[in-house]
């Protein structure tokens, strides 16, 4: 009986082992593809459209990223973390909640993105700018709108559901650029526009499978939206600075180029970035993936474990993005003439020096998510409070003395000062784990 208790028991381990396998594979096709429609969207862009023009969408996609950040943090972090926990009877009418706050939130962000649009209008700037900002502001609650659907297949453990709107959506926008560069019709605000609109048709469809409106879409409880949202700042205030300092860290080089420098050159930085976030992203996927390891580790005391993988991990990324940096300063220009056919091949130095910022995030990663999953995230706080003014300081300077090459240099510091900040932070933190023992197993 004990043989076979134990082999039942290796059995189930094993079915766990791969449905939980299977789920992170689908998670990463699905954050594949939608980092990847913008890593397109962006290319296109570049490629097709003059570097004003291109640096008016990338001040304006910047702003974008900026707002989404709140949102993560107020709707969709909180959701991920109470929908299973608390309403896991009653998921319907909790999303439908969380819908409602969504319109309140998206369309808050989205009102002050269209204000600035209207400022820029009114004060007789002409500039693609206004365009670019217009359009932003109204394609962003879509496109959060189907973030939040998305999410909605993770809580209810259905990525599969994630990755077929993730599909719908990438085949849609690039099907749109592909029609609207042959109409001669497009721009910042037209390409704004087709992301508004795909996300609408990917995001009916998801909420359509949830049964979040259709047959039967009629709330079965009395889930207030206003609790809802109480509920979501509890969690999500502490977030709210940190996000903010993360997007100074990172977003401020492009506005202040394209203030001191001009929006050609805030184009030209972001199209040189285009190779390194490649990495970056799939340096943040594998730490999203180790941390559920790491807190088990912490859970149980097995602080050794936890150290190790911190270290293997943060060497590990390290190594690879090291690697890929290289890469990119051996194949510099022919990397930029295969991505903007030589559009840009006077900058194209800046793609191996920029290729420093995943080396900085894979070195960081092991350590931040060590101390996330020890339930200290007030450290991310700290690296956030630290490599913000650096940048932003930097920035200033920088630019002003070396131009865009001292705009790429203060990115790149101010992820080197995150990730020094982890480091030291996660050498200094005592690993006493509440009292267990320091190298319990």
């Known amino acids: 009986m004990a043989v ?8 189930w381990t094993r079915a766990k082992v791969l449905v939980w396998g299977r789920l992170s594979a689908l998670s990463l096709v699905d954050q594949g593809l939608i980092s990847g429609s913008g890593f397109i969207l962006n290319l296109l862009l570049a490629r097709w459209l003059p570097a004003e023009t291109y640096g008016a969408f990338a001040v304006a996609f910047a702003v974008f990223l900026f707002a989404s950040g709140f949102h993560n943090v107020l709707l969709l972090e909180p959701m ?7 309403y896991a009877d009653r998921l319907r009418d909790y999303f439908q909640s969380q819908l409602k706050v969504h319109a309140v939130l998206a369309g808050t962000l989205s009102g002050l993105i269209l ?5 820029l209008k009114a004060y007789g700037l002409r500039t693609p700018l206004t365009g670019a ?8 609650p879509f496109l959060l709108l189907l973030w939040l659907a998305r999410r909605m297949c993770y809580v209810v453990q259905s990525p599969f559901s ?5 599909v719908f959506y990438f085949v849609a926008m690039v099907a749109g650029l592909v029609a609207l560069r042959q109409r001669g019709m497009l721009n910042p605000f037209t390409a704004f526009l087709l992301v508004a609109a795909a996300s609408t048709l990917a995001s009916a469809l998801l909420l359509y499978q949830h049964g979040i409106f259709g047959p039967g879409s009629e709330p079965q409880g009395s889930l207030g939206w206003r609790e809802v949202i109480r509920e979501n700042w509890g969690y999500g205030r502490w977030l709210v600075a940190s996000t903010a300092l993360y997007a100074a860290c990172s977003q401020t080089q492009t506005f202040l180029t394209a203030g001191l420098l001009g929006l050609g050159l805030a184009g030209v930085l972001r199209a040189m970035q285009m190779p390194s976030l490649v990495m970056t992203q799939m340096v943040v996927a594998s730490g999203l993936l180790v941390m559920p390891s790491m807190s088990r580790d912490f859970g149980l005391g097995r602080i050794a474990h936890l150290r190790r993988k911190a270290t293997l991990t943060s060497a590990a990324l390290a190594a690879i993005a090291l690697v890929y940096a290289a890469a990119l300063f051996v194949a510099a220009s022919p990397i930029e003439r295969v991505l903007f056919g030589g559009k840009y091949a006077s900058f194209a130095w800046l793609i191996p020096l920029l290729g420093l910022m995943p080396l900085c995030t894979g070195f960081a990663t092991g350590y931040s998510m060590a101390l996330r999953a020890s339930q200290r995230p007030q450290f991310d706080l700290l690296a956030n409070s630290v490599s913000a003014p650096m940048a932003v300081v930097s920035a200033v ?8 090459g001292g705009a790429a240099a203060s990115t790149v510091l101010g992820f080197a000062a995150y990730a020094a900040v982890f480091f030291l932070s996660y050498r200094a933190r005592p690993w006493d784990c509440r009292g267990m023992a320091r190298n319990g197993d």
């Open 162 to 166: 994630a990755v077929m709107g993730s």
């Open 115 to 119: 204000l600035s649009a209207v400022a």
């Open 133 to 140: 900002l217009m359009g932003s502001g109204i394609a962003l």
């Open 397 to 404: 300077l920088f630019i002003r003395w070396w131009g865009i």
């Open 4 to 11: 076979a208790g134990r082999a039942t028991e290796l059995l």
């Open 80 to 86: 991920s973390v109470f929908g299973p926990a608390s």
